[in-house]
Structures are given as C-alpha cells and as structure tokens.
C-alpha cells in the first residue's frame, strides 16, 4: 500500500474502524470486481481516502448502505455491479486510471522495462477503467492526459537545461500546478457520481490542494533518490541544489511551502458539505502522514478545525505460541456454543458443530478479533480468506527479511528498553503504528520500537537528539537516517 492519507486504524473506535474497513475493502472489491483481480494491487491510500469522502458527500458512508459482499471480510466474495455504490465505483474507476498515469511517468523517467510490461499486463484493466468513467460519468479523459503531459513537458524543460526564474516558494508551487489540475479535474467529477452537484467546487478545490500537498511531499522525500536516478525533482530544481542531501534551510524553506498548502487543504476538508467530525478525522489524519515525514511538531495551521486525540495506544499484548493456541481454542469453543444454539433442527446442529469448531479454530489463530465478532459459520470462513491477515499471519512466522540487528544492537536496544523510564515493552510488541509517532500530549506507550524511547514533548525523542527537530530521524538497522539537514544530531554509536 502506498500513498499520503494511511490511516492509523489502531487509534479508532470500532464504529470508525468498522467504516474504513467498509471503505478499504470496498474499493479493493468493486476494483477486483470491474477490472479483474491482478488490478487490485493498484489499490492505495489516496483511493481509499476519495472513497469516504464521495460516499460522505453522497451522504452514503453509514455500514447500512453497504452489501454483504462488502461486509464480508472474504477478500475473494466480490460484489454485484449494481451492489457497488456509485461514489466506490468512480473511486475504483479513477484509481485504476490513475495508477496508468503513475505508470506512464515512471516509463517518461526511463525506469525501465519492468513498467513497460505492468503497463502491457494491466493494459486491459486500464481500457476498461477509462470507458467507465467516459461512458458513465462523462468524464474528460483527455484533459487529464493533457495535464499530465504539461507536467511531463515541463520537468523535461527543467531537466534539459532550461531554469524557472523567479521566488523559489513560487516556483515550486508553479511546479506542482498541472498535478494539482489533474486531481482537481478527478474529484471535480466526483460529484457527478455522488449525485451532489452543489459539490463541484468544494470538491475541486480538495482535488487542487491534494494534488499540490501530494506532489511536493513526494518531491521533498525523494530528494537523494531523484538524484542519484537523474531524474527530476521539484525541491532541488526550485531551489537550484542539485545536491543529494538537501541543506536545513532549503529544506526548511520547502516544508514551509508544503505546510502552507496543508492549511490550503485542511480548509477544503472543512468546507466539503460533510458532518464536521468526517472533515476532523479527515484533518487528523492529514496531519499525522505530513508529520510523519516531515517533522512530528503538530503545527495549528486552522485553528477552526476540530483535532481528534490520536494518543491511544497502538500496542497489543503478545502471547506465546502456547497461548495463542488455548486463546484460539476458548473461541472457537464459544463459536461451536453459539452455532449450537442457533435456530436449525438439533440433528443440523450436532453434525456442523465439530465441523464449526475446527474451522473457528484455526481461523482463530490468525484472525481471533474477526471470529470472536463473527456471527455465523460463514463468516467464521470468511476470515480464512482475508488476504490481510493471510499476509499477517505469514509474517508473524516468518523470520525477519533483511540485514538485521547484529548482537551489539541487539543488547544496545534491550539496554535502552530496560533503562529506568523506558518503556519495558511488555505490551507493545505488535503495534500497527510507528514507535516515532507520538501523539501530541505526550503519549509515552508506543515503545515497540527499540531505539524509541517514548516521547517527549510532542515529537519521539529516538536516536540521540534527532528529536529535537521534529520526527526528521527514522531508525533503521544500528543507526538513523536523518534528513534535515545539520540541525539533528544522531549518535549512532
């Protein structure tokens, strides 16, 4: 999964949690459902995030206006085309359209022949895609091309030789114009399909404000990786360093661009026709991901916007093998009870029974929250089928991938954990949101990282005195990579 808008799931409510898996699997599903299964892997953040805020405007985000096939954690049950909501359908449309764009740029960059077969192999799902959004929506697929080869024109210009004048902030902002057209014109039409024509504007005004913040994060992330492949980059041509590491103030100078846009598009979300606490969780999380690259400091830069607490901790209790075992067994105990009970003739009951039992079981080994919730043998199947926690599964028994931690690291970060005001670490070894993003009271539970050693103030103090500026450090094997320039000071050692 990749783009700006993850959602942090461990910090929600179960309504909330139960309303972004709807959302999530949603468009995954209509997507496998209208382009074919292999399309699904373009399924992103950003598209997940288009989703709930269609189905918001639209008035359709609630779990009753959802279909079974939606409901079902089965990731291989799709649905009906005339089950899947409109707002789902143009979110999956353009997803998977957009996802041809991605592609045609990284072919435009010269990066190789591997996008030129995905492009080959997707090639059918993209017609389709297109043919949706024209023939049902009267979409203008042409003009978003063009944006999309003014922004291809452009960057060869720069990259050609030819230098923008004028106030780097300006230029830079300049730079990401005809992105910031192209998402526009995408949630523009957004409107067309949740049937809310008095939307077009606040929507527009969303889709040119995402695609700026979109474009410049990427831009000040990618810094040494543009430059090491030769390749474009917003930051270093806006402000003339062609340099692979960028210099703190020019860095500086670039986030404070990306915050000014942030503050453009938090008001959008405030101003789309949504209830206020859709446009505060859609606020929340925009700063959080911005954060997360760029600086933990939690600046206010709409005051009248509601901030939701993210300070729940994201840490679970691990259980041994042993356990986890006689925890799988007590549910599906309860499963076996509970279909026992149900209203099918006794003689039905007593022989699916043991069959219940096995199958809750070993589903309980893997998804033990979605058995216990599920209310019928069905669904109890169904978790056996969820691809996320296939993949969780797998990647609990797997060892871990990569260069590892060699015995030194290892007793440094025990040594760390163990030091008095540490984190011991006891109930936060499986935690589904970064060790470094800490919410901004100070919530001092997300220690499962162990070079973290909790927060301080508003931001991780992890890896010496890399906190100082923001969560600009991201540990990473026995050391740190900072990307702020001289204004952090890891000690590695």
């Known amino acids: 999964m990749f783009g700006l808008m993850r959602s942090r799931s461990c910090s929600l409510?179960?309504?909330?949690?139960?309303?972004?898996?709807?959302?999530?699997?949603?468009?995954?599903?209509?997507i496998g459902s209208r382009?074919?299964?292999g399309a699904r892997m373009l399924l992103n953040f950003d598209s997940v995030f288009a989703a709930e805020v269609l189905t918001a405007v639209a008035g359709v985000d609630g779990p009753e206006n959802w279909d079974r096939s939606f409901q079902s954690v089965n990731c291989f049950r799709l649905p009906s085309d005339d089950a899947i909501p409109e707002p789902v359908r143009y979110a999956a449309a353009m997803t998977v359209v957009l996802a041809e764009v991605k592609i045609a740029d990284q072919i435009d960059d010269g990066c190789g022949s591997g996008w030129r077969a995905l492009r080959w192999g997707m090639s059918r799902s993209f017609r389709l895609a297109s043919a949706d959004l024209v023939e049902r929506w009267g979409f203008p697929i042409d003009e978003l091309w063009s944006h999309v080869r003014r922004q291809a024109d452009v960057e060869g210009s720069v990259l050609a030789g030819t230098r923008v004048e004028g106030d780097p902030d300006q230029v830079l902002r300049g730079y990401a114009s005809s992105t910031a057209a192209a998402t526009a014109l995408a949630f523009r039409h957004g409107a067309v399909a949740a049937e809310r024509p008095s939307a077009t504007d606040s929507l527009e005004s969303l889709g040119r404000f995402f695609g700026e913040v979109v474009y410049t994060l990427d831009a000040i992330r990618d810094v040494a990786e543009d430059a090491r492949a030769g390749t474009f980059n917003a930051v270093s041509a806006a402000y003339g360093t062609p340099a692979d590491r960028l210099p703190a103030e020019t860095r500086s100078a670039a986030v404070r661009v990306l915050r000014a846009m942030q503050a453009d598009l938090e008001t959008a979300i405030e101003r789309l026709p949504i209830p206020r606490d859709r446009a505060a969780l859609f606020i929340d999380r925009l700063r959080s991901n911005i954060d997360r690259v760029v600086g933990s400091r939690r600046l206010t830069v709409l005051k009248s916007a509601p901030t939701l607490s993210t300070a729940q901790s994201c840490s679970r209790k691990r259980f041994s093998p042993a356990q986890r075992v006689r925890e799988a067994f007590s549910i599906a105990r309860a499963a076996a009870a509970k279909h026992f009970a149900s209203c099918k003739p006794l003689p039905v009951r007593v022989t699916e029974a043991p069959f219940v039992f096995a199958v809750a079981a070993v589903a309980a080994l893997v998804a033990p929250a979605a058995v216990s919730a599920a209310t019928s043998p069905r669904e109890i199947l169904d978790a056996l089928f969820n691809v996320p926690v296939i993949g969780g599964a797998l990647t609990m028994a797997m060892p871990p991938m990569g260069p590892g931690m060699?015995?030194?690291?290892?007793?440094?970060?025990?040594?760390?954990?163990n030091a008095p005001g540490a984190d011991s670490g006891e109930s936060s070894a499986e935690c589904c949101c970064d060790c470094c993003d800490c919410a901004s009271d100070g919530d001092s539970s997300c220690g499962c990282c162990g070079s973290c050693n909790g927060c301080s103030g508003d931001h991780c103090n992890c890896c010496g005195n890399c906190g100082d500026c923001g969560n600009c450090c991201h540990c990473s094997n026995s050391c740190c990579d900072c990307d702020c320039g001289s204004?952090?000071?890891c000690n590695c050692d």
């Open 406 to 417: 060699g015995q030194a690291e290892q007793a440094r970060r025990r040594a760390q954990q």
């Open 35 to 37: 382009y074919g299964q």
């Open 487 to 489: 204004c952090c000071d």
């Open 13 to 30: 409510g179960p309504d909330e949690k139960l309303r972004r898996r709807l959302h999530y699997c949603g468009t995954c599903k209509s």
